[in-house]
C-alpha cells in the first residue's frame, strides 16, 4: 500500500478514554455513550443559519466526525470506487484543511450503495489519531498528520461493507474488525501499532451467510465499562453478546439472544443502562436486556428479558433518567424503553426520512440526526415523545453529530458543517 453520565451507581462504570475538555474523541462522545458533558449547544439551525463553518467532502459516507485538541477528524473515500481511502484533519474554529492523509489499496471491494465506503469513525488521544480502512489498514497518525504506524491486518469482504470504529483507551487500541473471514477483536498498542491480544468470533457460515442462507455479521463498535470493579469491552457479535477481559481479551461472559430466522446480525452498539446492557440485532431481530456481573454463559443465568421482533436498529440509542431512548429506522420512529422488563412505554414517529445516526444527550436534551440530514432535538420523558426543535440540512447523513465545547459537528453526505450560535 501507497500512503497519500458519567458514573452510574454500584458495580457499573462507563469508562471515558483519554480525552481533553471539550473534546468528542471517538463515536459517541467521550463516555462512549452518547452523552455529552456540554451546556449552551444550539436547539435551532438550518443550512444558513447559525453555521459557522462548511466545507465540501469529496464523498459521501455514513463514518461520523471527531473533535479532538483543536482539530476535527472525518474518514471520507476520494473516488466513488474506495480505492483511495483519506483521513481529513480540519483546524476545528476556522475549517481550514490541515492534513489529508490517503491509502491507496488499489481494488474496489464489495459494499452497498448505503453504506459508502469510508463508513467508520476516527478515534483520538489529543495527540494521536486511529482510522480503520478494514481492508486497506489500521493506521494511526499524530496531529501534524505524520504516519506513526501502519497495520494490514487482512481482508475483509462482505457484501454490504465495513463501519465498525477503533476505541482507544489508556495506552491501547481496540478493534473489532468484522464482518469478514476473519471476525476478532484486537488491543493494539497504541505507541507502536503492535498487538498485545486478540480473540476470534468462531462463526457458522461464510462471511456474509449462515449455513441456512440468512444474513450474517457484525457492524458493533464496542463498549468499554468496569463492571463490579473489572475493567471490560462490550461487543454485539451477530448472534450473542460477549463481554472481554480489557487486560487479556479473555471471554469474561457471553449472552446468547441475537439470532432469528431471518439472520445473525448486530449493527447498534450496546447500551449499558446502569448494571443492564440493552442489546438490539439487526434487520427488525430481537433485542435483550442482560445484568451484568456474572460470569460464563449469561443466557439462563442474567438475561432479564428478550423482545422476539422489533424495528429496524441501525443507530444506538441512550441510557437517561432510567430508560432507554432508541432510534428506529423502518418504521421511522423514536422509542422509549424500561431497560428493566423491555417493556415498550412510547413509540412515535419523527416524521422524518430514515433514522440511521445515533442519538446525542447533551443539556438535557436529545439530538438525532435522520437521513435527510433533519436533526429532531427533543426532551426525555417516559410519557410520550415532546418535539424541541426540528432543523433541516436537506442534505443526505448517515452520520452521529460531534459535540464539543456548545457546538455540533455534523456530516452529510455533502458537507461537514460547524453549527454553533
Known amino acids: 500500500m501507497t500512503h497519500r453520565f458519567a458514573t452510574l451507581a454500584c458495580c457499573f462504570l462507563l469508562l471515558p478514554s483519554f480525552a481533553l475538555a471539550g473534546d468528542w474523541p471517538a463515536f459517541r462522545g467521550p463516555h462512549g455513550n452518547g452523552l455529552a458533558d456540554e451546556t449552551n449547544v444550539p436547539v435551532k439551525w438550518s443550512a444558513i443559519e447559525n453555521v459557522r463553518w462548511k466545507v465540501a467532502l469529496p464523498q459521501p459516507s455514513n463514518g461520523s466526525p471527531i473533535v479532538s485538541n483543536g482539530h476535527v477528524f472525518v474518514a471520507c473515500a476520494e473516488d466513488v ?14 475549517g481550514n484543511q490541515v492534513w489529508v492523509q490517503t491509502v491507496d489499496f488499489g481494488r474496489k ?52 461493507g465495513y463501519g465498525t470504529s477503533p476505541v482507544i483507551h489508556g495506552d491501547r487500541v481496540f478493534l473489532h474488525t468484522g464482518p469478514g473471514t476473519s471476525v476478532r477483536v484486537l488491543a493494539l498498542s497504541l505507541k507502536t501499532g503492535n498487538t498485545i491480544w486478540e480473540t476470534p468470533e468462531p462463526l457458522e457460515g461464510s462471511a456474509e451467510k449462515r449455513p441456512d442462507g440468512h444474513y450474517l455479521g457484525s457492524w458493533c463498535t464496542p463498549v468499554i465499562a468496569t463492571v463490579a470493579g473489572q475493567t471490560q469491552m462490550i461487543c454485539a457479535m451477530p448472534n450473542r453478546l460477549v463481554g472481554y477481559d480489557l487486560a487479556t481479551g479473555d471471554i469474561l461472559w457471553h449472552c446468547a439472544g441475537l439470532r432469528h430466522d431471518r439472520g445473525d446480525l448486530a449493527y447498534s452498539s450496546p447500551i449499558l443502562a446502569g448494571d443492564i446492557c440493552v442489546d438490539t440485532g439487526g434487520f427488525s431481530g430481537p433485542a435483550i436486556g442482560v445484568r451484568l456481573g456474572g460470569r460464563g454463559d449469561l443466557t439462563t443465568t442474567s438475561r432479564l428479558w428478550r423482545r422476539e ?35 415498550s412505554l412510547w413509540q412515535e414517529r419523527t416524521d422524518q426520512g430514515a433514522n440511521w445516526g445515533s442519538i446525542v444527550f447533551v443539556d438535557g436534551r436529545g439530538y438525532l440526526t435522520d437521513q435527510k440530514g433533519t436533526t429532531l432535538v427533543f426532551s426525555p420523558s417516559r410519557e410520550k415523545l415532546t418535539v424541541i426543535a426540528t432543523n433541516r440540512l436537506d442534505e443526505t447523513c448517515n452520520a452521529t453529530p460531534a459535540v464539543s465545547d456548545g457546538q455540533l459537528f455534523i456530516r452529510t453526505h455533502q458537507n461537514l458543517y460547524c453549527i454553533g450560535e
Request: with cysteine; net charge neutral.
Open 309 to 343: 421482533k422489533n424495528p429496524q436498529s441501525i443507530g444506538t440509542g441512550v441510557f437517561v433518567e432510567g430508560f432507554v431512548y432508541r432510534p428506529n429506522s423502518g418504521p421511522n420512529t423514536l422509542e422509549c424503553i424500561d431497560p428493566r422488563t423491555g417493556d
Open 109 to 160: 471491494m464489495p459494499t452497498h450503495k448505503t453504506n459508502p465506503y469510508c463508513g467508520t469513525t476516527p478515534a483520538a488521544d489529543g495527540s494521536h489519531v486511529v482510522v480503520w480502512h478494514a481492508s486497506a489498514g489500521l493506521h494511526c497518525y499524530d496531529f501534524s498528520g505524520k504516519q506513526v504506524w501502519s497495520r494490514d491486518l487482512g481482508e475483509f469482504q462482505h457484501m454490504w
Open 81 to 94: 470506487d474506495g480505492k483511495l481511502r483519506s483521513l481529513y484533519c480540519f483546524e476545528r474554529v476556522t
